[in-house]
């Protein structure tokens, strides 16, 4: 599989076994070496066998060289995890131990404790001992406690062990993916959008990352100077006109580009796609003459300026966009880059997050209208069923560019159901249907002067999905908007009714939040609407708020509205201290900490 280029280290976990020192007639501490390594060997192969990092490869897992009983060998394992890259600690214990001695101390690491529950030894008690230390050394660290008692030489991971150790460990590698890494901007603010207006600092003292910024020119000057790799382009642009459908020409016959200059205006949009990911991930192809291009900008996500200036006069950048977030090119199956449209920094980086957290390719949208049970009816004739009727209605996803061609639904799990996959498991059948069930029309000449090609499909099936929106609020900082809901599969003449009244060339996504009818943000679809923080959403496949709860809490980014089951926050111990209302106690523990890389 191609392998992205991004430079730097990927995280890695830790283990610390840590156990009772104490020797003497009874060696209380060797009588429990086996069962605490045993732990931290456990909790390894789970995350070595579950986990993987945004290019594919399993996540490392190191063990300390020994059982930690005393600082001394707390010391040892911090530089042993130091050198090795470390960047997540689990800690993990079957019996009382001598907290602030053995916890990790390394204010830059993200923690969790696992207190094994037997009752032979207070390995529960030590859990809580440590995680009131954490809490007193302002150093917050994840709790994890089974529910019940398990015997003392039983080595297996209950299943609600497993899954908090899971969503500490998707969360945590995800958070500390980005770490080092850049957010490259393609041009400036988008017709006055203010989530495209960029905050460096918020990305450097939250995210741990860097913003590069590049100027639009750049393209046309590596298009211009041959500044690419050609070979690159010229397979790109035979998979292109292999693969892509066109579609039509909606724009007035005077106002039709013709064939030789739609022709050109392909080639353009095709090589503008393999230089965004060039300015992004670098090149080794590129002549010797243009080394300092070949470095590129270690750029996990990006953002293309999209309109205007640019689209009123080159074609637009909607191919490039559409492409780089699928998660597969002329190169079959790749890691999905992060392209936002309109470069709303904000959207592009909601949509990083839920790539992190999920590997597959994520969904760029306006949220553009709601649609009552009752328009519905008026414009169409149908009643609304499903999951569209249980949340009183639905959303129209809609954005020219930005949307992966995975979001059409047309790829398949082994029961032929619509799933967008990992990107590893894209086979060569998924991305034939996908392109197949993709057209590419000519641009709508009333938003791009300058002609080039936008994506379109339609959603067509009902898949679980989660729509987030990342938000800046001057004197508070960044907050998280997470709505859990489903793709709507509409009839055919039922969705081609309500898409002809706006953009019917762009991709197109119905979607259903999952409702309570309760007054508040997700009484019904309309709310959430309502509610909603910006025009835009990222949008990715299946229900990930609780993972996305769990990383916000190790960023410090508050969430201001979910609908995710109480029941599955997991947040770092000490927000308990913070109150029982846990989206203020959230708000107040995230204020308390700050952000990670202050
Ligand atoms: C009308 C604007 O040109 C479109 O881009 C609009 O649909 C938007 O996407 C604004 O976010
Ligand atoms: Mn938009």
Same mark, same amino acid.
């Given at each position: 599989?191609?392998?992205?280029?991004?430079?730097?280290?990927?995280?890695?976990?830790?283990?610390?076994?840590?156990?009772?020192?104490?020797?003497?007639?009874?060696?209380?501490?060797?009588?429990?070496?086996?069962?605490?390594?045993?732990?931290?060997?456990?909790?390894?192969?789970?995350?070595?066998?579950?986990?993987?990092?945004?290019?594919?490869?399993?996540?490392?897992?190191?063990?300390?060289?020994?059982?930690?009983?005393?600082?001394?060998?707390?010391?040892?394992?911090?530089?042993?995890?130091?050198?090795?890259?470390?960047?997540?600690?689990?800690t993990?214990?079957?019996?009382w131990c001598y907290g602030a001695?053995t916890m990790?101390?390394?204010?830059?690491?993200?923690k969790?404790v696992?207190g094994?529950?037997?009752?032979?030894?207070p390995?529960a008690v030590y859990l809580a001992s440590v995680l009131a230390t954490h809490a007193q050394k302002g150093l917050p660290a994840f709790g994890?406690y089974?529910?019940?008692?398990?015997?003392?030489?039983?080595?297996?991971?209950?299943?609600?062990?497993?899954?908090?150790?899971?969503?500490?460990?998707?969360?945590?590698?995800?958070?500390?993916?980005?770490?080092?890494?850049?957010?490259?901007?393609?041009?400036?603010?988008?017709?006055?959008?203010?989530?495209?207006?960029?905050?460096?600092?918020?990305?450097?003292?939250?995210?741990?990352?860097?913003?590069?910024?590049?100027?639009?020119?750049?393209?046309?000057?590596?298009?211009?100077?041959?500044?690419?790799?050609?070979?690159?382009?010229?397979?790109?642009?035979?998979?292109?006109?292999?693969?892509?459908?066109?579609?039509?020409?909606?724009?007035?016959?005077?106002?039709?580009?013709?064939?030789?200059?739609?022709?050109?205006?392909?080639?353009?949009?095709?090589?503008?796609?393999?230089?965004?990911?060039?300015?992004?991930?670098?090149?080794?192809?590129?002549?010797?003459?243009?080394?300092?291009?070949?470095?590129?900008?270690?750029?996990?996500?990006?953002?293309?300026?999209?309109?205007?200036?640019?689209?009123?006069?080159?074609?637009?950048?909607?191919?490039?966009?559409?492409? @780089?977030?699928?998660?597969?090119?002329?190169?079959?199956?790749?890691?999905?880059?992060?392209?936002?449209?309109?470069?709303?920094? @904000?959207?592009?980086?909601?949509?990083?997050?839920?790539?992190?957290?999920?590997?597959?390719?994520?969904?760029?949208?306006?949220?553009?209208?709601?649609?009552?049970?009752?328009?519905?009816?008026?414009?169409?004739?149908?009643?609304?069923?499903?999951?569209?009727?249980?949340?009183?209605?639905?959303?129209?996803?809609?954005?020219?560019?930005?949307?992966?061609?995975?979001?059409?639904?047309?790829?398949?799990?082994?029961?032929?159901?619509?799933?967008?996959?990992?990107?590893?498991?894209?086979?060569?059948?998924?991305?034939?249907?996908?392109?197949?069930?993709?057209?590419?029309?000519?641009?709508?000449?009333?938003?791009?002067?300058?002609?080039?090609?936008?994506?379109?499909?339609?959603?067509?099936?009902?898949?679980?999905?989660?729509?987030?929106?990342?938000?800046?609020?001057?004197?508070?900082?960044?907050?998280?908007?997470?709505?859990?809901?489903?793709?709507?599969?509409?009839?055919?003449?039922?969705?081609?009714?309500?898409?002809?009244?706006?953009?019917?060339?762009?991709?197109?996504?119905?979607?259903?939040?999952?409702?309570?009818?309760?007054?508040?943000?997700?009484?019904?679809?309309?709310?959430?609407?309502?509610?909603?923080?910006?025009?835009?959403?990222?949008?990715?496949?299946?229900?990930?708020?609780?993972?996305?709860?769990?990383?916000?809490?190790?960023?410090?980014?508050?969430?201001?509205?979910?609908?995710?089951?109480?029941?599955?926050?997991?947040?770092p111990a000490a927000w308990n201290a913070f109150?029982?209302?846990?989206?203020?106690?959230?708000?107040?523990?995230?204020?308390?900490?700050?952000? @990670?890389?202050?």
């Amino acid at each position: 599989m191609a392998k992205s280029r991004l430079i730097g280290s990927y995280p890695v976990i830790g283990i610390r076994p840590t156990i009772d020192g104490r020797r003497g007639a009874l060696d209380v501490r060797g009588s429990l070496e086996d069962q605490t390594m045993n732990m931290a060997k456990s909790a390894a192969k789970l995350f070595e066998e579950n986990l993987r990092y945004s290019n594919g490869e399993p996540v490392k897992v190191v063990i300390a060289d020994t059982t930690i009983g005393r600082v001394g060998e707390s010391a040892a394992c911090a530089d042993k995890f130091r050198k090795e890259g470390v960047d997540i600690t689990l800690t993990v214990t079957p019996c009382w131990c001598y907290g602030a001695e053995t916890m990790d101390m390394d204010p830059q690491t993200i923690k969790a404790v696992w207190g094994f529950n037997g009752t032979e030894r207070p390995g529960a008690v030590y859990l809580a001992s440590v995680l009131a230390t954490h809490a007193q050394k302002g150093l917050p660290a994840f709790g994890i406690y089974g529910h019940d008692v398990q015997e003392a030489d039983d080595t297996s991971i209950p299943e609600d062990v497993k899954e908090k150790l899971l969503r500490f460990g998707r969360a945590a590698v995800a958070a500390a993916s980005m770490r080092g890494k850049s957010y490259l901007q393609i041009g400036s603010v988008t017709m006055g959008i203010g989530g495209s207006i960029i905050d460096s600092d918020f990305i450097e003292s939250y995210l741990g990352m860097r913003v590069e910024s590049v100027d639009e020119v750049e393209i046309i000057r590596r298009m211009t100077e041959g500044i690419y790799d050609h070979a690159e382009f010229e397979k790109a642009l035979k998979w292109a006109k292999e693969t892509c459908k066109i579609g039509w020409d909606k724009n007035p016959e005077e106002l039709q580009f013709s064939a030789e200059k739609k022709e050109e205006q392909f080639e353009f949009v095709v090589k503008m796609a393999v230089i965004i990911k060039e300015l992004m991930n670098g090149c080794d192809n590129l002549d010797p003459a243009f080394s300092e291009e070949a470095i590129g900008h270690n750029a996990l996500a990006a953002g293309f300026q999209g309109q205007r200036q640019w689209t009123d006069f080159y074609p637009n950048g909607d191919f490039a966009e559409a492409m @780089l977030n699928t998660s597969f090119d002329w190169n079959g199956a790749r890691e999905p880059y992060i392209l936002a449209t309109e470069n709303d920094v @904000l959207n592009g980086l909601g949509m990083m997050f839920m790539k992190l957290l999920t590997n597959r390719a994520q969904i760029f949208a306006d949220v553009r209208t709601y649609w009552s049970p009752e328009a519905v009816k008026k414009a169409t004739g149908y009643d609304l069923e499903g999951v569209a009727k249980e949340a009183g209605g639905f959303l129209h996803l809609i954005n020219s560019g930005a949307a992966c061609l995975d979001a059409n639904g047309e790829a398949k799990d082994e029961n032929g159901n619509a799933v967008m996959k990992q990107w590893w498991d894209i086979t060569e059948e998924d991305q034939k249907a996908i392109m197949d069930n993709t057209e590419w029309c000519m641009a709508d000449n009333g938003y791009f002067r300058g002609g080039g090609y936008s994506s379109r499909y339609e959603t067509k099936a009902q898949m679980p999905a989660t729509m987030i929106r990342l938000n800046l609020v001057k004197g508070l900082g960044p907050v998280l908007q997470i709505a859990e809901g489903w793709t709507v599969a509409l009839p055919a003449e039922v969705s081609d009714k309500l898409w002809k009244r706006t953009d019917y060339t762009w991709p197109c996504t119905w979607f259903a939040p999952r409702c309570d009818g309760k007054e508040g943000p997700f009484k019904t679809a309309y709310d959430v609407m309502n509610n909603w923080g910006a025009n835009h959403g990222a949008i990715s496949y299946g229900h990930i708020g609780a993972d996305l709860i769990t990383m916000c809490s190790m960023l410090r980014i508050p969430v201001s509205m979910h609908n995710v089951p109480e029941k599955d926050i997991y947040r770092p111990a000490a927000w308990n201290a913070f109150g029982m209302d846990k989206e203020g106690a959230d708000f107040r523990a995230c204020k308390n900490y700050g952000p @990670l890389y202050k």
